[in-house]
């Protein structure tokens, strides 16, 4: 893609509004549906206007084909999708090291499972800020029992949370469905090529240094823009190595290497995404950010604001919505579906599709 003109999707609607609107030739669907934008930022290099949707003029029509395109599904379940969130750390910032253990760990991914998680992600290192380095032993050695009972105990698509190709083969080799890399494919020399070899879907996200380093690199000229054209350098990186595009999913990042206004602002403008024209996987489970927006200082009190931050991201269409609380995240994902499609049908996100309006 030319990374150098996107379109910033503005003036979202949804529901019977977004049908009568695309009808009317005053919006174009996003993604397929269910929602609609009815402006459009067009972004050059160094340049921008806002325009009706209805007026993105025939020279920008590439990438108005892109943004309109349904996003492929990266050989999972389509639809909206919750992802329950399974740290068998001792260190996690917000469970504190509850599934630390594979008896525990097990238990709670399996009440996932019954609580409607469509897939299960799995780590073994933390990586909130500051957080200390893993060896890749001790990493698998955490995450295998837990990887191979809940392998027997259920049918669901496990993940795997890892930076290490070490861990990452592992875990194919015993079933993993999906890797999800904070580093981007990056953190491990030899990561690209296991990925490759294996061809499953893979979660690349933004990120900028390390877990140690990336709070001094928070600094951008537009947040919004700047994420995607770095995960663009990214996934242009990985189908280089053998990666099929259509398999890879797409993380913003929020959290990583940007602060709280930054989060804030890539949040609001997350319809940018679509550009990429990649799957989504969003994050934002009981993170920094919403405690200082909400003044809540307990990381495991933020759920509400974890429901708040997630649901954005059902206009993209098919996102993944990555969790600790999978039962809260099932039900508002029923409920804005319920308001917002036009069979008003509510359907479970586990086995949703899209609807154009």
């Keep these: 893609m030319d990374a150098f003109r996107l379109i910033e999707p503005m003036g979202l609607v949804f529901g019977q509004a977004a049908q009568a609107a695309v009808t009317a030739g005053f919006a174009h669907w996003l993604v ?19 325009v009706p949707a209805s007026d993105i003029p025939s ?26 969130i399974l740290n068998v750390t001792p260190d996690s910032f917000s469970d504190g090291g509850r599934h630390f253990g594979p008896e525990a760990a097990m238990r709670a991914g399996i009440a996932m499972v019954t609580a409607g998680a469509g897939l299960l992600d799995i ?19 955490r995450i295998a029992p837990v990887f191979a009972e809940l392998r027997i105990q259920t049918d669901v698509a496990l993940s795997v949370d890892t930076r290490n190709a070490r861990t990452m083969a592992s875990s194919l080799g015993m079933g993993a469905t999906l890797i999800n890399d904070v580093s981007a494919l990056m953190h491990d020399p030899y990561a690209l090529a296991v990925v490759a070899d294996a061809a499953c879907p893979v979660v690349l996200m933004h990120m900028r240094g390390t877990p140690q380093t990336m709070g001094r690199l928070a600094v951008y000229d537009d947040v919004a823009v700047d994420v995607v ?23 913003p990042g929020i959290g990583f290497a940007k602060n709280g206004p930054q989060n804030a602002e ?4 997350l319809p940018i995404l679509a550009n990429l024209g990649c799957r989504v996987l969003l994050g934002t489970s009981r993170k920094r950010m919403l405690g200082d927006l909400a003044h809540v200082p307990v990381a495991s009190e933020r ?10 991201g059902l206009a993209l269409g098919n996102p993944i919505l990555r969790v600790h609380n999978v039962a809260s995240m099932i039900q508002a994902v029923r409920v804005w579906q319920g308001l917002w499609t036009c069979d008003k049908a509510g359907a479970d996100p586990a086995t949703a599709t899209r609807t154009q309006g």
Excluded: H, K, Y
């Design 266 to 269: 890539l949040l609001a403008r």
């Design 123 to 141: 780590g073994g290192e933390s990586t909130r800020p500051g957080s200390a380095v893993v060896t890749p032993d001790e990493e698998w050695a």
């Design 59 to 84: 020279d920008w029509l590439p990438e108005l084909a892109r943004m309109t395109a349904p996003l492929p599904s990266a050989d999972l379940p389509d639809g909206p999708q919750v992802m329950g």
């Design 303 to 312: 759920d509400p604001g974890t429901l708040v931050s997630s649901l954005p």
């Design 32 to 50: 397929g549906g269910p929602a609609a934008f009815t402006l459009a930022r067009l972004i050059g290099d160094g340049t921008s206007r806002l």
């Design 229 to 251: 054209r770095e995960l663009s350098a990214r996934i242009d990186e990985a189908v280089a190595a053998g990666i099929a595009r259509d398999r890879i999913i797409i993380d």
